[in-house]
């Protein structure tokens, strides 16, 4: 609930402070005068500079920045030399900042019910002035330095040019005019105030005349008139009220007003916003006194003294819905932050936190005791307070996760009108809201151009919004932290007050009490009127902390909270949960009185289509924990409640920041069914919240840093998780979840896909549907009646296709101004004077003009995928949901806000998740056509494969993923045939035959262009080939077919697999005569194997051994021949003998020249044994069981050059000899080898088939369709030398490639010599070893 957000200790105390809205910067200055600019959320420090003294390192900076731009040297000194003297103030200022200063000025201003219409309308966000710079502003005694944090580039303006008075204070005018410039107010020591332009750097204009000593501290503020004002303090004591609307260029301003504020100076102003009044001031004094102003009769409200004996120092106006009385933080000289509760009624004072409970217990010494000197609230997230202390600076957060007190209602159908309820000060009231007409985005004008050339629906100003609050008449019985929600049927407001603990259960149509009692935790049924509740025994009341506390009377407070914690935890751990259901009477009845048989004791329930019980897992706490629990102030009325047992909030969230991941998420969280209340899967992790779709399709968990998102049907699957930390709610529309984070608003576009168990579920309906109805006609017509019921026969169409689920994460909203870029060359050195300024409108206007583009027939098209993040709302926000077309978000202060969603990135993708695709293609006609792709890619996602194609800026290779998605057959054929290039390939007209194509005589370059592009798509061919047999589109095969062979005609076009493949599926059509053709052109190309497997598809085996033979491939004839018993076997064998002969013989006849002569000098030694070997018989290898064929002689060199000029690289063919002993016969036989007297061939070991049995196929062996003999492919050449004896000692060995495919790379010397054979892949490499 409170925690430590981030500490940085420091050596010296930090008197000055300042958080930047956006970034997570804080600028810090401590006694010594040194400012240091420090990242809290990544811990770095991202400047430091010395202010009060010279910084050594900026004066050298600067000189070296002069001398770059070729400036001599001043003759006085630069300004960095001169001493800054005691810092007084420091701020940011930038885009940013300007801003959210007139936003919060403004929201503040338009809540007076007197509010004039031009403060409550739209804002409109100023434009741009800072150029994309981050002003780092030091105001020191003698001088203010303005420093930009991009460029790290700074100028110090010296008091002289304002008037030589010392500097104490500052604050930033500025309106939100186009053309305005910055500018920057000064509070002096003589009690005028000094403005400085921010464009030219010249003092601009004086006010005077007000007070009598140095002025103290200066704000601006807008009142309900709208007119801009700015309040300054004096060290006298007075407040004096001055117009800050700079229109009037008069030099000299004299005050409006001017008011005694305190005795002896005033300390420090602020702003505070009231919800439903006018804004107030709230001064501080030197006099211990805190006072509060109205700003339209500028009267005292209330004086107080906050902590007696002691001055406070810092004052922030706070707004946080787990505190909803404590509307005002201050900090005197102690270590508490301390709260005022009801600063106009009762005005009790108390500690909100014990800061030395929080920074680690080493920093602080025995002997030393914290003290805070400053306090900055965080102005956009009010959780995080920022505290300058003795020991560093401590930024504490306060439960970040609470959200304000108000429950959408259901908006009647049709109508307009939105209504939430919402509890004010023991009050039950109700807010209406909707779109004022004027400006409502689905009513057809935001695609319309406004006059400046930019979208309406893209302007980033606020929607207009028209709301109304209501009384009603039904006082509720606490004005503590309340939790509401409402029923699934919206008939019933239950509203729980966790620190009483009680709740109320409201009808609405009536505002009657149905249900009450004591309970801290409330969860509904999202699909009946039900609920259950942690029914707990009631606490004992806690002591109130009187007006007026101190540190003595905090650490009683702190005892006494500590003392009743032991009782709060017996009656936490006796509580159990219990479901109720509400009748339509409006009777409210127990259905169950104790869910779940878990001891532990219950920490939070989850509403949903399952109810989510959390336990308390028992843990060792750590001595850290302990004092960080114990810490925990109890404020049973108003602020952080009587225990750390809230709904949103456990006891641990004091040392979360401790824990280890292990026990980070501990599995603690069960599920239970509504209808039986028994436990439905396993423990999991606890979610900080659940939301669970209305349809009950899907659910998210939200954790710490991630959201996990489920499908609920048919059943339960994990979809995914999407990266959004610190998410504190969302809302389901359809299959869009929109998350609010404390600074973003996203929103998740989620699709489950199509999973392996949804088309088993379809299959299983249809097939109970199916039963369903044959039992009907058995029942009524008899057996006979069953041959009528047909089975629904699936269309060959239908084919599911599975698809993965989607997650896609969009930013609506976040408080960043759209970035601007930076001008990294100089800082603007003009001497022109403020009015002149008719450059910037211009550089506006044109930007805006570039913003769109327009498209046929006017209508304006969206150039950016998404549009700019608009602003989101301050502070915690419920999401009401999606009405209207916009996004409703309702903020704190009970005030709805709305989103635009009208961008046509954003509309196409809600309208499709929402289901309704076709208005989503109609509005992409709204976006840039650069965008379809990624658009259509969504909706492919979302399942809309067939819509998406109706977009018209979709690339053609998209266009075919999109129609193949669809089963658009003849779309996706288009496609290929347009990508590829191929429209006029493999027509049956004459000019473009296949001959054609070989000699590519006919249109040269377009054919190979096509044939080009068929090859770079030819696994999309394939594919598509494929779909249309499943689906009986035989016309559409055959005309990818058609390019397909044309293709696989040229040589070395397609791959072998990919021939392969082609010749399967032109026999599976009965291409017969395009698949012969394919063998000739393969046959011709050199490509035996392929040919070789076509010819099988065709069963052709003389083609096959023809393939074979005349692409060199003896081996794998002379396997087929022998396997087939064809007549050809003898020749075969002979022909392949005779070639492996010439493998041996062959020697190259002459060095052609010196590399060559080097290369073979280099491979003779290798090869120099075999002169040992006398004269050799000839080889014979043979098929199992062959006779022998005879011998031959062989006249041999004793030493060859090469054996293989044609050997294919990475096979080489080593010829070695061992102990060979002369005169023994060298035989190469089948099976009748003898170990170690004869050459034996052998392979690597494999089983040796039978003489009768067939080799066993190879990789690409297929059946033919006559007599079913496998075909032999390179790869089942192991056979034939498997059929050899395995030799084991000094055996010489030829492996199937050397026996078969290597030797058939030699042709006879009669025989003109054929193409080398290209060896297949992936086979072990050839050795051949003569013994």
Same mark, same amino acid.
């Given at each position: 609930?409170?925690?430590?957000?981030?500490?940085?200790?420091?050596?010296?105390?930090?008197?000055?402070?300042?958080?930047?809205?956006?970034?997570?910067?804080?600028?810090?200055?401590?006694?010594?005068?040194?400012?240091?600019?420090?990242?809290?959320?990544?811990?770095?420090?991202?400047?430091?500079?010395?202010?009060?003294?010279?910084?050594?390192?900026?004066?050298?900076?600067?000189?070296?920045?002069?001398?770059?731009?070729?400036?001599?040297?001043?003759?006085?000194?630069?300004?960095?030399?001169?001493?800054?003297?005691?810092?007084?103030?420091?701020?940011?200022?930038?885009?940013?900042?300007?801003?959210?200063?007139?936003?919060?000025?403004?929201?503040?201003?338009?809540?007076?019910?007197?509010?004039?219409?031009?403060?409550?309308?739209?804002?409109?966000?100023?434009?741009?002035?800072?150029?994309?710079?981050?002003?780092?502003?030091?105001?020191?005694?003698?001088?203010?330095?303005?420093?930009?944090?991009?460029?790290?580039?700074?100028?110090?303006?010296?008091?002289?040019?304002?008037?030589?008075?010392?500097?104490?204070?500052?604050?930033?005018?500025?309106?939100?005019?186009?053309?305005?410039?910055?500018?920057?107010?000064?509070?002096?020591?003589?009690?005028?105030?000094?403005?400085?332009?921010?464009?030219?750097?010249?003092?601009?204009?004086?006010?005077?005349?007000?007070?009598?000593?140095?002025? +103290?501290?200066?704000?601006?503020?807008?009142?309900?008139?709208?007119?801009?004002?700015?309040?300054?303090?004096?060290?006298?004591?007075?407040?004096?009220?001055?117009?800050?609307?700079?229109?009037?260029?008069?030099?000299?301003?004299?005050?409006?007003?001017?008011?005694?504020?305190?005795?002896?100076?005033?300390?420090?102003?602020?702003? +505070?916003?009231?919800?439903?009044?006018?804004?107030?001031?709230?001064?501080?004094?030197?006099?211990?006194?805190?006072?509060?102003?109205?700003?339209?009769?500028?009267?005292?409200?209330?004086?107080?003294?906050?902590?007696?004996?002691?001055?406070?120092?810092?004052?922030?106006?706070?707004?946080?819905?787990?505190?909803?009385?404590?509307?005002?933080?201050?900090?005197?000289?102690?270590?508490?932050?301390?709260?005022?509760?009801?600063?106009?009624?009762?005005?009790?004072?108390?500690?909100?936190?014990?800061?030395?409970?929080?920074?680690?217990?080493?920093?602080?010494?025995?002997?030393?005791?914290?003290?805070?000197?400053?306090?900055?609230?965080?102005?956009?997230?009010?959780?995080?307070?920022?505290?300058?202390?003795?020991?560093?600076?401590?930024?504490?957060?306060?439960?970040?996760?609470?959200?304000?007190?108000?429950?959408?209602?259901?908006?009647?159908?049709? +109508?307009?009108?939105?209504?939430?309820?919402?509890?004010?000060?023991?009050?039950?009231?109700?807010?209406?809201?909707?779109?004022?007409?004027?400006?409502?985005?689905?009513?057809?004008?935001?695609?319309?151009?406004?006059?400046?050339?930019?979208?309406?629906?893209?302007?980033?100003?606020?929607?207009?919004?028209?709301?109304?609050?209501?009384?009603?008449?039904?006082?509720?019985?606490?004005?503590? =932290?309340?939790?509401?929600?409402?029923?699934?049927?919206?008939?019933?407001?239950?509203?729980?007050?966790?620190?009483?603990?009680?709740?109320?259960? =409201?009808?609405?149509?009536?505002?009657?009490?149905?249900?009450?009692?004591?309970?801290?935790?409330?969860?509904?049924?999202?699909?009946?009127?039900?609920?259950?509740?942690?029914?707990?025994?009631?606490?004992?009341?806690?002591?109130?902390?009187?007006?007026?506390?101190?540190?003595?009377?905090?650490?009683?407070?702190?005892?006494?909270?500590?003392?009743?914690?032991?009782?709060?935890?017996?009656?936490?751990?006796?509580?159990?949960?219990?479901?109720?259901?509400?009748?339509?009477?409006?009777?409210?009845?127990?259905?169950?009185?104790?869910?779940?048989?878990?001891?532990?004791?219950?920490?939070?329930?989850?509403?949903?289509?399952?109810?989510?019980?959390?336990?308390?897992?028992?843990?060792?706490?750590?001595?850290?924990?302990?004092?960080?629990?114990?810490?925990?102030?109890?404020?049973?009325?108003?602020?952080?409640?009587?225990?750390?047992?809230?709904?949103?909030?456990?006891?641990?969230?004091?040392?979360?920041?401790?824990?280890?991941?292990?026990?980070?998420?501990?599995?603690?969280?069960?599920?239970?069914?509504?209808?039986?209340?028994?436990?439905?899967?396993?423990?999991?992790?606890?979610?900080?919240?659940?939301?669970?779709?209305?349809?009950?399709?899907?659910?998210?968990?939200?954790?710490?840093? =991630?959201?996990?998102?489920?499908?609920?049907?048919?059943?339960?699957?994990?979809?995914?998780?999407?990266?959004?930390?610190?998410?504190?709610?969302?809302?389901?529309?359809?299959?869009?979840?929109?998350?609010?984070?404390?600074?973003?608003?996203?929103?998740?576009?989620?699709?489950?896909?199509?999973?392996?168990?949804?088309?088993?579920?379809?299959?299983?309906?249809?097939?109970? !549907?199916?039963?369903?109805?044959?039992?009907?006609?058995?029942?009524?017509?008899?057996?006979?009646?069953?041959?009528?019921?047909?089975?629904?026969?699936?269309?060959?169409?239908?084919?599911?296709?599975?698809?993965?689920?989607?997650?896609?994460?969009?930013?609506?909203?976040?408080?960043?101004?759209?970035?601007?870029?930076?001008?990294?060359?100089?800082?603007?050195?003009?001497?022109?004077?403020?009015?002149?300024?008719?450059?910037?409108?211009?550089?506006?206007?044109?930007?805006?003009?570039?913003?769109?583009?327009?498209?046929?027939?006017?209508?304006?098209?969206?150039?950016?995928?998404?549009?700019?993040?608009?602003?989101?709302?301050?502070?915690?926000?419920?999401?009401?949901?999606?009405?209207?077309?916009?996004?409703?978000?309702?903020?704190?202060?009970?005030?709805?806000?709305?989103?635009?969603? +009208?961008?046509?990135?954003?509309?196409?993708?809600?309208?499709?998740?929402?289901?309704?695709?076709?208005?989503?293609?109609?509005?992409?006609?709204?976006?840039?056509?650069?965008?379809?792709?990624?658009?259509?890619?969504?909706?492919?996602?979302?399942?809309?494969?067939?819509?998406?194609?109706?977009?018209?800026?979709?690339?053609?290779?998209?266009?075919?993923?999109?129609?193949?998605?669809?089963?658009?057959?003849?779309?996706?054929?288009?496609?290929?045939?347009?990508?590829?290039?191929?429209?006029?390939?493999?027509?049956?007209?004459?000019?473009?035959?296949?001959?054609?194509?070989?000699?590519?005589?006919?249109?040269?370059?377009?054919?190979?262009?096509?044939?080009?592009?068929?090859?770079?798509?030819?696994?999309?061919?394939?594919?598509?080939?494929?779909?249309?047999?499943?689906?009986?589109?035989?016309?559409?095969?055959?005309?990818?077919? !058609?390019?397909?062979?044309?293709?696989?005609?040229?040589?070395?076009?397609?791959?072998?697999?990919?021939?392969?493949?082609?010749?399967?599926?032109?026999?599976?059509?009965?291409?017969?005569?395009?698949?012969?053709?394919?063998?000739?052109?393969?046959?011709?190309?050199?490509?035996?194997?392929?040919?070789?497997?076509?010819?099988?598809?065709?069963?052709?085996?003389?083609?096959?051994?023809?393939?074979?033979?005349?692409?060199?491939?003896?081996?794998?004839?002379?396997?087929?021949?022998?396997?087939?018993?064809?007549?050809?076997?003898?020749?075969?064998?002979?022909?392949?003998?005779?070639?492996?002969?010439?493998?041996?013989?062959?020697?190259?006849?002459?060095?052609?020249?010196?590399?060559?002569?080097?290369?073979?000098?280099?491979?003779?030694?290798?090869?120099?044994?075999?002169?040992?070997?006398?004269?050799?018989?000839?080889?014979?290898?043979?098929?199992?069981?062959?006779?022998?064929?005879?011998?031959?002689?062989?006249?041999?060199?004793?030493?060859?050059?090469?054996?293989?000029?044609?050997?294919?690289?990475?096979?080489?063919?080593?010829?070695?000899?061992?102990?060979?002993?002369?005169?023994?016969?060298?035989?190469?036989?089948?099976?009748?080898?003898?170990?170690?007297?004869?050459?034996?061939?052998?392979?690597?070991?494999?089983?040796?088939?039978?003489?009768?049995?067939?080799?066993?196929?190879?990789?690409?062996?297929?059946?033919?369709?006559?007599?079913?003999?496998?075909?032999?492919?390179?790869?089942?050449?192991?056979?034939?030398?498997?059929?050899?004896?395995?030799?084991?000692?000094?055996?010489?060995?030829?492996?199937?490639?050397?026996?078969?495919?290597?030797?058939?790379?030699?042709?006879?010397?009669?025989?003109?010599?054929?193409?080398?054979?290209?060896?297949?892949?992936?086979?072990?490499?050839?050795?051949?070893?003569?013994?």
């Amino acid at each position: 609930m409170l925690r430590l957000k981030a500490f940085r200790p420091t050596n010296d105390k930090i008197v000055k402070i300042q958080l930047h809205p956006t970034h997570p910067w804080l600028v810090t200055a401590d006694a010594s005068d040194h400012v240091s600019v420090w990242n809290w959320e990544h811990r770095q420090v991202i400047y430091e500079l010395k202010a009060g003294g010279v910084d050594q390192r900026r004066l050298v900076g600067a000189k070296l920045e002069k001398l770059a731009e070729g400036e001599l040297e001043h003759k006085g000194k630069p300004t960095e030399a001169m001493r800054g003297g005691s810092v007084k103030q420091v701020n940011f200022y930038d885009d940013d900042v300007r801003f959210w200063q007139l936003w919060r000025n403004r929201a503040a201003a338009a809540e007076a019910p007197t509010a004039v219409s031009n403060v409550t309308s739209g804002f409109a966000s100023p434009p741009p002035s800072t150029k994309g710079r981050h002003f780092l502003v030091i105001c020191c005694v003698n001088k203010a330095i303005f420093l930009d944090l991009v460029t790290m580039r700074g100028r110090d303006i010296p008091k002289q040019e304002l008037d030589n008075k010392s500097l104490v204070c500052m604050e930033f005018l500025s309106r939100s005019a186009v053309g305005d410039v910055p500018l920057v107010a000064f509070g002096s020591s003589d009690g005028v105030i000094r403005v400085l332009s921010m464009i030219s750097w010249k003092l601009v204009r004086r006010y005077t005349g007000g007070h009598k000593g140095s002025i +103290s501290c200066l704000m601006t503020f807008m009142a309900s008139s709208g007119e801009a004002l700015l309040v300054s303090g004096g060290s006298d004591g007075l407040l004096i009220l001055w117009s800050a609307d700079h229109g009037q260029d008069s030099r000299e301003l004299v005050p409006k007003l001017s008011l005694k504020a305190h005795d002896g100076g005033v300390v420090a102003v602020e702003l +505070s916003r009231v919800m439903g009044g006018s804004p107030q001031l709230i001064t501080i004094g030197a006099d211990k006194t805190l006072a509060i102003w109205d700003t339209v009769s500028f009267k005292e409200l209330r004086r107080i003294k906050p902590v007696p004996k002691l001055a406070c120092h810092s004052v922030a106006s706070w707004c946080h819905p787990r505190a909803p009385n404590l509307d005002i933080l201050t900090c005197v000289k102690d270590s508490h932050i301390w709260a005022i509760e009801h600063p106009t009624y009762s005005a009790l004072t108390r500690p909100l936190c014990e800061l030395s409970s929080l920074v680690p217990p080493q920093v602080l010494a025995h002997h030393k005791k914290l003290r805070v000197y400053c306090m900055v609230a965080h102005y956009l997230q009010p959780h995080l307070v920022a505290t300058g202390t003795n020991v560093g600076v401590i930024i504490s957060e306060f439960d970040p996760r609470s959200l304000p007190a108000v429950a959408p209602l259901p908006t009647p159908s049709g +109508s307009r009108d939105h209504s939430a309820v919402y509890i004010v000060e023991r009050e039950l009231k109700l807010v209406n809201f909707q779109l004022s007409s004027a400006a409502n985005p689905s009513l057809g004008n935001n695609g319309s151009l406004s006059e400046t050339g930019r979208l309406k629906g893209d302007l980033p100003d606020a929607l207009q919004i028209k709301q109304i609050k209501k009384h009603i008449s039904t006082p509720v019985p606490h004005d503590s =932290y309340s939790i509401l929600s409402v029923s699934s049927s919206g008939k019933y407001l239950a509203v729980v007050w966790p620190d009483i603990p009680y709740f109320s259960v =409201y009808k609405v149509s009536d505002w009657s009490i149905v249900d009450s009692g004591s309970a801290r935790l409330l969860a509904w049924d999202t699909c009946r009127d039900r609920f259950a509740i942690l029914e707990s025994a009631l606490t004992p009341r806690l002591p109130i902390i009187p007006k007026g506390g101190s540190s003595r009377k905090a650490k009683e407070a702190a005892a006494a909270a500590a003392a009743a914690q032991a009782a709060a935890a017996s009656a936490a751990s006796s509580a159990t949960v219990q479901a109720r259901i509400l009748l339509d009477d409006g009777t409210s009845n127990i259905l169950m009185r104790s869910i779940g048989g878990s001891s532990e004791p219950v920490i939070g329930l989850h509403g949903g289509a399952l109810l989510g019980v959390a336990y308390r897992t028992s843990r060792r706490i750590s001595p850290i924990a302990a004092t960080a629990i114990s810490t925990i102030q109890s404020m049973p009325l108003s602020g952080f409640g009587s225990s750390g047992l809230s709904s949103f909030t456990t006891f641990d969230d004091g040392f979360s920041s401790q824990k280890s991941p292990a026990e980070a998420a501990p599995q603690n969280f069960q599920l239970y069914s509504w209808e039986t209340f028994q436990p439905v899967g396993g423990l999991l992790p606890q979610p900080e919240w659940t939301a669970w779709d209305q349809t009950v399709e899907y659910c998210a968990f939200a954790y710490q840093h =991630y959201i996990v998102i489920s499908s609920l049907r048919p059943q339960y699957r994990y979809l995914g998780d999407v990266a959004i930390p610190y998410a504190t709610g969302a809302v389901w529309h359809r299959r869009q979840l929109f998350v609010v984070t404390p600074t973003t608003i996203e929103c998740v576009f989620v699709d489950a896909g199509v999973a392996a168990i949804d088309v088993e579920t379809m299959k299983m309906k249809e097939e109970m !549907k199916l039963k369903e109805a044959q039992s009907r006609a058995v029942a009524e017509h008899g057996e006979l009646a069953l041959i009528a019921v047909e089975s629904s026969q699936t269309a060959a169409q239908d084919r599911i296709k599975l698809r993965p689920p989607m997650l896609q994460v969009v930013r609506l909203a976040s408080f960043q101004h759209a970035p601007s870029v930076p001008p990294f060359l100089t800082m603007p050195k003009q001497t022109k004077v403020e009015g002149d300024d008719s450059m910037m409108p211009k550089d506006m206007e044109e930007r805006k003009v570039n913003e769109i583009a327009v498209g046929g027939g006017g209508v304006a098209v969206a150039v950016t995928r998404f549009p700019t993040e608009q602003k989101r709302p301050i502070g915690p926000l419920v999401v009401v949901g999606v009405k209207d077309g916009v996004l409703w978000l309702i903020d704190r202060y009970m005030c709805a806000h709305a989103l635009s969603l +009208s961008h046509p990135g954003i509309r196409c993708r809600c309208l499709a998740a929402y289901g309704d695709s076709v208005s989503a293609v109609k509005w992409a006609s709204r976006l840039g056509r650069e965008h379809h792709d990624d658009l259509a890619q969504f909706m492919l996602g979302m399942g809309y494969a067939t819509e998406a194609l109706h977009l018209p800026g979709i690339s053609k290779r998209l266009e075919f993923d999109l129609a193949m998605q669809s089963n658009d057959l003849k779309r996706a054929l288009q496609c290929l045939t347009t990508m590829s290039n191929s429209r006029d390939i493999g027509q049956d007209h004459p000019g473009l035959d296949l001959n054609d194509i070989l000699t590519l005589t006919t249109k040269k370059e377009n054919i190979v262009e096509a044939v080009q592009g068929i090859v770079k798509f030819a696994k999309e061919f394939l594919d598509l080939i494929d779909a249309a047999d499943a689906t009986g589109q035989a016309n559409i095969a055959r005309e990818a077919l !058609k390019r397909l062979a044309a293709a696989g005609s040229v040589k070395g076009a397609l791959q072998g697999h990919e021939l392969r493949g082609l010749a399967l599926r032109l026999a599976n059509h009965g291409e017969l005569t395009r698949l012969s053709g394919l063998v000739t052109n393969l046959i011709s190309l050199g490509l035996g194997r392929e040919a070789a497997f076509s010819a099988a598809i065709l069963g052709d085996n003389a083609l096959m051994e023809k393939a074979w033979q005349d692409t060199g491939m003896l081996a794998e004839a002379v396997l087929h021949a022998h396997a087939h018993g064809r007549p050809s076997l003898k020749n075969l064998v002979e022909a392949w003998n005779k070639m492996l002969q010439k493998e041996v013989d062959h020697t190259p006849t002459a060095k052609t020249d010196a590399a060559a002569a080097f290369l073979a000098s280099l491979e003779e030694p290798k090869l120099t044994s075999l002169a040992e070997a006398g004269k050799k018989p000839p080889i014979e290898i043979l098929p199992p069981g062959m006779p022998s064929l005879g011998s031959i002689t062989i006249q041999k060199k004793p030493v060859p050059g090469s054996l293989n000029s044609q050997q294919q690289p990475g096979k080489p063919l080593a010829v070695e000899g061992s102990q060979q002993q002369p005169g023994k016969p060298l035989a190469i036989e089948g099976s009748q080898q003898q170990p170690s007297e004869q050459l034996a061939v052998e392979a690597p070991p494999t089983t040796t088939p039978t003489e009768e049995s067939t080799p066993p196929p190879g990789e690409g062996s297929e059946p033919t369709s006559g007599d079913k003999a496998p075909i032999q492919s390179s790869e089942s050449n192991s056979d034939l030398a498997a059929s050899a004896s395995v030799e084991r000692a000094p055996a010489a060995s030829i492996t199937d490639e050397a026996a078969s495919e290597g030797p058939s790379q030699v042709t006879d010397p009669q025989e003109k010599p054929q193409d080398p054979v290209t060896p297949e892949t992936n086979v072990p490499e050839a050795s051949f070893a003569l013994v």
